[in-house]
């Protein structure tokens, strides 16, 4: 089974700054099938993107995906009040689907 | 609007059993594989199992295989999961989930499976 390991933890940051979240796979995962995910609290998980770098439906453009291999990364260009949450990737391999643990990115 | 509705959950004691459902409405529900996440308590996010548009093929998370078995009822726009030999661990928030392109797009609002005696 594919690990995922999120980086960091915790995300300090301001209104305004740069997000980037990493996440790091046990084994190489197709950059297909590579998600990630935003919780915000007593909230339902949203997709945010797909196919690394692709973004659902409605997502603003300040949300961007990159990596490839083991190494992937969520960019946040410049935070908004309201993407102070929490974010899994997520990935599909093998018949196996697996989640990051998470980065809560929280304002400073 | 496309919806997914969890329900089924509540209190079980260890060792127990318990069937979830989850009505999906707004789209085609035979066109897609559909899953199930659970979440513990202040904890991430966890696949439980998956299913095939038809039902022919099943996927389970290696922490309930063997325990939990997933099927679906196209006619009737249903998922179901069947969960046996319940444990303390399995206590979490169980959602319903749509999959598309590998990726889970649509999320119902779960529903609560405690395990306590």
């Known amino acids: 089974e594919i690990v995922l390991t999120q980086s960091p933890g915790t995300l300090s940051l301001s209104p305004g700054e740069r997000a980037t979240l990493s996440c790091r796979a046990s084994q190489s995962v197709s950059s297909s099938y590579l998600a990630w995910y935003q919780q915000k609290p007593g909230q339902v998980p949203r997709l945010l993107m797909y196919g690394t770098s692709n973004r659902a439906t409605g997502i603003p453009d300040r949300f961007s995906g990159s990596g490839s291999g083991t190494d992937f990364t969520l960019t946040i260009s410049r935070l908004e009040p309201e993407d102070f949450a929490v974010y899994y990737c997520q990935q599909y391999g093998a018949s196996t689907w697996t989640f990051g643990q998470g980065t809560k990115v929280e304002i400073k | 609007e496309v919806q997914l509705v969890e329900s089924g959950g509540g209190l079980v004691q260890p060792g127990g059993s318990l069937r979830l459902s989850c009505a999906a409405s707004g789209f085609t529900f035979n066109n897609y594989d559909m899953h199930w996440v659970r979440q513990a308590p202040g904890k991430g996010l966890e696949h439980v199992a998956g299913i095939r548009t038809d039902g022919g093929s099943t996927y389970y998370g290696s922490s309930v295989k063997g325990r939990f078995t997933i099927s679906r009822d196209n006619a009737k726009n249903t998922l179901y999961l069947q969960m046996g030999s319940l444990r303390a661990e399995d206590m979490a928030l169980y959602y319903c989930?749509?999959?598309?392109?590998?990726?889970?797009?649509?999320w119902g609002r779960g529903t609560m499976v405690t395990v306590s005696s």
């Open positions: 989930a749509r999959r598309k392109i590998s990726a889970f797009d649509i």
